[in-house]
Nanobody, 124 residues
Framework: QVQLVESGGGLVQAGDSLRLSCVAS????????MGWFRQSPGKEREFVAA????????SYADSVKGRFTISREKTKNTMSLQMNNLNPEDTAVYYC?????????????????WGQGTQVTVSS
């Protein structure tokens, strides 16, 4: 089994930057796509960004395109989300996810593995 652990959340002001990280541990030798989702109080979980196993393919939600950058280092089993020019609408719990069956995945139904989440709060 693979475990995912997020880190890097916190409280920032509008316009600031934040970098989230996700470390995968446990069973190795499995190829899986990875992604970030977020959920705000009273809202459904939404897709943020995704990256393929190779790192060569990426996908972003329109709301974060141009501000967020997803990347991964397979050798270190890590994935990152660089978030720039944050605004209060980005406030949410951010979840790291892994998809064993997909090359790249943009819906939560495609993901098999989930982290516990890390809180990001952006004040105005």
């Amino acid at each position: 089994q693979v475990q995912l652990v997020e880190s890097g959340g916190g409280l920032v002001q509008a316009g600031d930057s934040l970098r989230l990280s996700c470390v995968a541990s446990g069973r190795t030798g499995i190829e899986y796509a990875m992604g970030w989702f977020r959920q705000s109080p009273g809202k459904e979980r939404e897709f943020v960004a995704a990256v393929s196993w190779s790192g060569g393919q990426t996908s972003y939600a329109d709301s974060v395109k141009g501000r967020f950058t997803i990347s991964r280092e397979k050798t270190k089993n890590t994935m990152s989300l660089q978030m720039n020019n944050l605004n209060p609408e980005d406030t949410a719990v951010y979840y790291c996810a892994g998809s064993i069956l997909s090359t790249i995945a943009t819906t939560d139904a495609q993901y098999d593995l989930w982290g516990q989440g890390t809180q990001v709060t952006v004040s105005s």
